[in-house]
């Protein structure tokens, strides 16, 4: 069974430029997640979907960063335009339902590098 | 609010010897805790996880971790260290006053493994 794919898995940008982070979830898994991990840190999330709607978003820094879910599968990040601190991994996530019990599988990130 | 302390950035121990990464939590409700383990190159995958049934758990790969309420601790043990073990761990906790799995990572603990 395929895992959580994420692309590019490396972008260089240089700043004020826009870049798209795109994840394909485990087929059948409703819930998908977008984390932020800084450098030595732990990932903290940004975004959670339920199939097509954002249902959690209070992490994710409006003015610069949005993102979708059309048709609830695949998710697209944006951030337009980008800054120098936005250099990290960005991380998805997905798991069948956001409940008690229910692993959330995470794919290998795409590392953002902004110059 | 919940949150989790790794009390060691790195751990160095040689191959065969035991591993011993620490972990406090703080919650306000009855936490749910993990591990995860992240390879480099690769996402983040599920070592063990306490969900208020058995206080020791067994996970993946040897690894095993106590939950002990009085000590509010989570420490993630493995009787003999492989170099593959060479990672970094994270401990995880979450909760669910809103009915939704928030996961709250600690910042992480680099496991070095010697011949």
């Known amino acids: 069974e395929a895992g959580v794919v994420q692309s590019p898995r490396y972008k260089i940008i240089e700043k004020k430029q826009p870049v798209a982070f795109w994840c394909n979830p485990i087929?059948?898994?409703?819930?998908l997640y977008w984390y932020l991990q800084n450098l030595g840190q732990g990932p903290e999330l940004l975004i959670r979907?339920?199939?097509?709607?954002?249902?959690?978003d209070s992490q994710l820094p409006k003015d610069r960063f949005s993102a979708e879910r059309l048709k609830g599968v695949d998710s697209t990040l944006k951030i337009q335009p980008a800054e120098l601190g936005d250099s990290a991994v960005y991380l998805c996530?997905?798991?069948?339902?956001?409940?008690?019990?229910?692993?959330?599988?995470f794919g290998p990130g795409t590392r953002l590098t902004v110059l | 609010a919940q949150s989790v302390t790794q009390l060691d950035s790195h751990v160095s121990v040689s191959e065969g010897t035991p591993v011993l990464l620490r972990c406090n939590y703080s919650?306000?409700?009855?936490?749910?805790l993990f591990w995860y383990v992240q390879h480099p190159n690769k996402g983040l995958q599920l070592l063990l996880k306490?969900?208020?049934?058995?206080?020791l758990v067994k996970g993946i790969n040897g690894f095993e971790a106590e939950f002990k309420k009085s000590e509010t601790s989570f420490h993630l043990t493995k009787p003999s260290a492989h170099m593959s073990d060479a990672a970094e761990y994270f401990c995880?906790?979450?909760?669910?006053?809103?009915?939704?799995?928030?996961?709250?990572f600690g910042t992480g603990t680099r496991l070095l493994v010697s011949p």
């Open positions: 979907y339920e199939n097509e709607e954002a249902v959690d």
């Open positions: 087929s059948g898994h409703n819930t």
């Open positions: 996530a997905s798991s069948f339902s956001a409940g008690a019990g229910n692993e959330q599988f």
């Open positions: 919650s306000s409700y009855s936490p749910s």
């Open positions: 995880v906790v979450s909760d669910l006053p809103t009915g939704f799995q928030k996961l709250v």
């Open positions: 306490y969900t208020s049934a058995a206080t």
